[in-house]
């Protein structure tokens, strides 16, 4: 199952499996709320100023540790947020990566999301 974390669409299967990517990122999201970017691993982009050139959309699998988010721009806490459980498959609007939004882990393992972001916009990743 997959989750658009921008526009809230879940879909069973996603098309374009045989798409190029632009780049690759690993975030592990801890403990202390933050953006996505902040939780960047090493050579992983961390701002939106290093986000890949020309890159839409973000397409990645909690891999660890169930997290929360919140995307009104109100702090989210282990308790309170949307829960992302593990083996999610996130989609997300590269332009919508630095605004008001937190993650944190809703237990004591990390939740690592890994994935891969692309050139096309997110709709297309979902079949929207």
Known sequence: MALNIGRVKKIDKLPHE????????SYTI??????????????????KDALPAGAKSFRGTLETGAVRARLDGTAVTATEGEL??????????????????????TGGASGVLRGHFFDIEPTVLVGG
């Open 18 to 25: 045989s798409l190029r990517p632009l780049d690759y990122g």
């Open 30 to 47: 801890t403990g202390t709320a933050g953006t996505l970017l902040s939780f960047a691993d090493t050579g992983s982009p961390g701002s």
């Open 84 to 105: 992302i459980e593990v083996g999610t498959q996130m989609i997300l609007d590269v332009a919508e990566m630095s605004l008001p939004q937190s993650f944190i882990r």
